[in-house]
């Protein structure tokens, strides 16, 4: 089993940063990818954000293609989102997620990822 917490959420203005936190726990050996996904009110959640951790491939949708950066550590257990020049349409419950995925658009599907942080909110107002 893999725990995840999620920390960095908060309110920024528009046009402002910030940087989301998410450290695994447990038996990562079992996983290959970790991601971020978010949830706004009324609507479905949606892929951020990926990184295939032994390849350190990331992958983004095209939403936030040059505004975010999804990094990790070198322990390979905690991965980070910056995200620069926010807009209110990036207002929503950001969640982390790990699992064994495969490669090729994998990412992009919640039902790949066996493992899910308590999610932490962002508002850009």
């Known amino acids: 089993h893999v725990q995840l917490v999620e920390s960095g959420g908060g309110l920024v203005q528009p046009g402002g940063s910030l940087r989301l936190s998410c450290e695994a726990s447990?038996?990562?050996?079992?996983?290959?990818?970790m991601g971020w996904f978010r949830q706004a009110p009324g609507k479905e959640r949606e892929p951020v954000a990926a990184i295939y951790t032994g390849a350190d491939s990331t992958h983004y949708v095209d939403s936030v293609k040059g505004r975010f950066t999804i990094s990790q550590d070198g322990s390979r257990t905690t991965v980070y989102l910056q995200m620069n020049t926010l807009t209110p349409e990036d207002t929503a419950m950001y969640y982390c997620a790990a699992g064994f995925v495969p490669f090729s658009k994998g990412w992009v599907e919640a039902t790949n990822f066996d493992y899910w942080g308590q999610g932490t909110q962002v508002t850009v107002s």
């Open positions: 447990g038996n990562t050996a079992n996983t290959n990818c």
